[in-house]
Structure formats: C-alpha cells, structure tokens
C-alpha cells in the first residue's frame, strides 16, 4: 500500500544572550561543572526569576524573520515535570499565550518550492545536562545549562518527507543565523529538532498516530530517524498492528529508534500561570523598532545575487543557506570584484574543506580576503588555475597569504612566449611520432604535447600561450 | 470531588511514594482545598477582564549584564550529595 507521511517539527534554539534567561548567571558553553550557577537558576526555594529583555527582543526578532504575528499581550507558564535536570521541578515556558504565532518559511527542495506554517514561537528555558558517574554509577547533575534561554519554534505538520524536514530545519537555521539571535551550533546542541510523524494511506483523511522522536542534533540523524520511523510505521501497519502514541529517542550509533515512554504514562503537565513573572507587553512602536532593524535575510540575499549579480539559481540558494558563507562571498567579491568566481571556488573547494575540517564557514582556516587575492592572481595572468589549486592548498594547511606563497615557492607563471617557444620546440622535436598522429587526425596528440610541455615547465607556463605555439607548430 | 486515583497519579508525576494512609489523608486535605478555592466561584465578577494577576504590572526586565555566579562549594552544601564538582545522584541513565 502507499502511504503518505506528515511531519511536524518542534525546533528548539538557544539565543545568544549574554546571561541566562531569569538570573545574571553566564551562557557561555562548556565551563567547568556548576560555576554558572546561582539560587536562582538551581531552583532554590525564594529565589525569583527576572525576565532577561534581550530574550524577549530575540524571540520577536525570529518571529518577525518567519512572517509571525506577534502578541501584543504574552505570559508565561510553568510546565510541572519532575526530573533531576529540571531542579525546580517545572520549566518556565509558555502555554497559551506565546510571544509569536502563525508564520511560514518557504523551502526549496530540488525543483520545488514550498511554504510550511509556523504554529508559534515561544520563550523557555533549558534544562541542565545529566552526566553518567562513571566511578560511582550514579548520575551527576550539572545546571549551568539550566536556565539558558531558548525558542522553541512549533511548525504546522505540512512536511511529507526527510528531505522537506531537513531543507526546512536549514532554512531555519540559516534565518536564525542571520538575524544574529542564536549561533546554531548542532554539535553543542545549541539547535535541536523533535520530530512528530505518522503515515497514513493515500487517500484517507483521517490522520495516523503520530510518534514524537526527540532531540535530534545533526541533520543527518534528523533523515535517518524519519527514514527510520517512517518504515517501521509501515512495517506495524502492515503486519496489522496499531501505531503507538508514544515518545521515542533516536540511537545515532545505532542508526535505530527506540520508545521512551507511551502516552499513558506521558507527562500530565499541569501548566498554570507563572506567579513570579509578570505579563509582557509590547507597544507598536517597540515592535515596529525591531522590524526596521532586521538584517537583510537569507531570501532577499539569494534573489539579489540571481538578479544583480547573475550567479545560478542553484548557486546563489546554496551560499545564502549560511549567513556565514554568504558573509565570506561578499567579502571575498568586495576585494577582488569576480564574483562569477568566488562562486565557484566556494562550489567547488570551499564547502568541501568546511566539511572535510568539520568547521563552520567563519572558522574556515584561511581569510576572505586571502581568496580574493588569489583569484587575482589569476585575473592577472600572474598563476595559471592550476597553480592556483596548489596555493590554494597550500592556503587550506598554512592559511598564509596567497601573493606570499606564489613567491616563495617560484610559482609565477611563464608568459613569456620566447621561453616557452625554446621548451615546445625542444618537445615537439623530441615527438615526432605526436606530430604524425596528430596530422593523422588524432586530437589526443595535442594534448598529449601540451601536457608534455606543461610537465617540463613545472605547471609554470602559461596555457593559453603554450597552446597557440604547439598549434603553430603542428599547423606548419 | 477529589478522587484516590487522582491522588495517586499526581503522586506518580512528583515520583512520591505513598502509603495507603498517606493516600487516604491527602485526599481528604485536598479536598479541602478545593472546596476553598472554589469559594471564589461564588464571587461576582461580572464586568471584570479575565486575568491571570491580580497586580497591575508588567515587563519587569533585566538587562543582559553578566553577574557573577555563585560560589560552587557554597551551592553545593544543598546537595544531598555531591562528587565537589556536581550534584550527585542515584543512576538515572536506564
């Protein structure tokens, strides 16, 4: 049978405040065990929050970046769990008042575009990281985690594939990026996905039973759970068995899922008003000062560079993706003015090396500005490209200036044509069966010459040049 | 009317264990609760907005200044118990 599938995605960001969202205490990741940490953010009894206004500002800034309205009156809740990561025994979040609600995000995947609702954004804070105790087997709590804020973005259930979940989770990521409100870094769990998904046949309207996988933190574990999750509904339907309501975890090692819990013992939150905190409201005027602030976003800068600058429709989506690369393309065509190729060398090498060194494009080991430089050098006639390659190489391990390198290691390029003469006439002497060949009809001769050529000159000598003089020589 | 059962599994969320007795003692103290609470039901409140305060106040802030965290030995004397670095439980990994 055929199945259609629905996904739904909860996306958590941490915003990149300075202090946590109810107390002083530092956001800054990887501190030594509970040394960002006060009364307040342990949870202990008498200790009142106090709303942090930048997270307020973030939220409705990512609000306003994904088309949502924004609530002129908001409050906030406490969500009633018990479990040691959570010292107060709630979490501080928002249950039916949440600062933004009903925006959208267009996705393109391959040939199609697609605009999947945002449900509503709201502000909460994290939980603290539980660590196995590995000399006492027991569990280690350390909070300084616990309190930093967070949005956590709820989208409408329109995606139908992995593909959809993922491209949509990156179009996010990339916006958030943009307007600056939280790093993203997945690897630190700064952005989190929980997928919702059931499948029903084609045709019916009636929706499945949805499972929900939690905090996932790559996009690859994010396509594998679905592809996971999605097969095994089917299997359970098909050998006649009824999907679950339940919770699940996905194992990344494992490349499987597993159950967590079912909706009969699920959490019963219990949410009520939030006593220590005091409403929000936000004037026009406040919200309107943030509108016109907003950085131009991934959208606008991948429509200007299709229009404006002429790169493919393909090449421009995947540059603006990141605020990152996007910020490292413009400051590489400010230096060198190519931008035809800067695009290519961010295509072809660059998002090669961020992937092969696991780095972001900000943390890439060689500047902007070096790039430029080096597609200057070959605008120039000074190296041929594949010299270039080499330097860039050479960039890609030492992150040293390319003018330096071209330099040290001699590679400036031969356009002299009487020294590249005296190379082709001692090569083409030395081949005379080439010379046959190639009056023969066989192309290959010709390159086989070049290449000859190129090979005695160390890669040094200029292509365009070498080529004329072989022809010259052949067409005699 | 508060039920037993609702007893017992608003003492399964907060992972209390209670004895029968116990059972049998919250219930009747809830109800009492309960019943107090709802005399607010008998109040008038027509013309009066739904809300969920009973201050007229609103965007309490902070900004976003970095203050200094608490002392760690200090936090951790409320531990029950505590390996010096972090709050140290029973295994809650299975």
């Known amino acids: ?44 009894p008498g200790a009142l929050p106090v709303l942090n206004e930048k997270v307020v500002e973030y939220a409705v800034r990512a609000g306003l970046a994904t088309g949502c309205e924004i609530a002129r009156e908001s409050k906030q809740d406490r969500k009633n769990y018990f479990y040691p990561d959570t010292p107060r025994a709630y979490q501080i979040s928002q249950y039916d008042l949440p600062l933004c609600e009903h925006g959208h995000v267009d996705i393109n995947v391959g040939e199609m575009s697609k605009t999947i609702g945002i449900t509503r954004i709201h502000i909460e804070d994290d939980a603290g990281k539980l660590v196995h105790d590995g000399y006492t087997g027991g569990t280690l709590v350390d909070l300084n985690r616990a309190g930093v804020p967070l949005i956590e973005i709820v989208s409408e259930p329109d995606m139908r594939s992995a593909e959809e979940a993922v491209a949509y989770v990156e179009k996010l990521k990339g916006i958030l990026e943009y307007i600056g409100v939280s790093d993203c870094k997945m690897q630190e769990g700064s952005l989190r996905a929980d997928v919702n998904l059931s499948i029903r046949p084609v045709g019916q309207e009636k929706f499945g039973t949805r499972t929900e996988t939690k905090n996932l933190n790559s996009f690859r574990s994010i396509a594998r759970c679905i592809e996971f999750e999605i097969a ?44 220590d905190l005091m409403p929000i409201r936000l004037s026009e005027e406040y919200i309107q000062n943030i509108k016109d602030t907003l950085p131009e976003l991934p959208e606008s800068r991948r429509a200007r560079y299709i229009s404006e600058i002429g790169l493919p429709e393909y090449d421009a989506g995947i540059i603006t993706s990141s605020k990152h690369l996007s910020d490292f393309f413009e400051a590489a065509v400010a230096v060198c003015g190519n931008a035809k190729s800067v695009s290519n060398w961010i295509m072809t090498d660059i998002i090669r090396i961020a992937k092969d060194k696991g780095v972001e494009y900000n943390e890439l080991p060689f500047t902007a500005e070096n790039l430029a430089k080096l597609i ?44 590249i003469k005296e190379v082709v006439d001692r090569i083409v002497a030395a081949n005379p069966q080439s010379i046959a060949d190639y009056k023969a009809g066989k192309d290959r001769a010709l390159g086989f010459l070049v290449g000859q050529c190129m090979k005695e000159m160390k890669g040094k000598g200029n292509p365009q040049i070498l080529n004329k003089l072989i022809l010259e020589h052949l067409n005699k | 009317m508060i039920s037993k059962e609702e007893i017992k599994h608003i003492a399964e969320l907060s992972m209390l264990n209670l004895s029968e007795e116990e059972i049998q003692k919250y219930t009747v103290n809830m109800q009492d609760i309960v019943e107090f609470a709802n005399k607010v039901n008998s109040l008038d409140t027509e013309g009066i907005t739904e809300s969920a305060f009973a201050l007229d106040t609103f965007n309490v ?34």
């Open chain 1, 1 to 44: 049978m055929e199945y259609e599938v629905i996904i739904g995605l909860e996306v958590h960001a941490e915003l990149s405040t300075k202090t946590k969202i109810y107390c002083g205490c530092s956001t800054e990741f990887g501190g030594d065990p509970n040394t960002h940490c006060c009364p307040v953010c342990t949870g202990m």
């Open chain 1, 232 to 275: 095994r509904q089917k299997e359970v339907l098909e050998s006649g068995g009824v999907v679950l309501q339940e919770t699940r975890r996905w194992d990344d090692e494992a490349g499987e899922g597993y159950a967590m819990r079912t909706k009969e013992e699920a959490n019963d939150y219990r949410y009520f008003p939030e006593p």
């Open chain 1, 376 to 419: 200057m050098l070959i605008d120039k006639g000074t190296i041929s490209s594949a010299i270039a390659k080499k330097v860039f190489e050479e960039m890609v391990e030492t992150g040293e200036n390319p003018e330096k390198i071209v330099e040290a290691k001699g590679l400036v390029q031969i356009s002299d044509e009487g020294a």
């Open chain 2, 61 to 94: 802030f902070r900004k976003d200044e970095v203050r200094e965290s608490f002392d760690r030995e200090e936090l951790l004397k409320n531990a029950p118990s505590s390996n010096g670095e972090a709050y140290s439980l029973p295994s809650m990994m299975n």
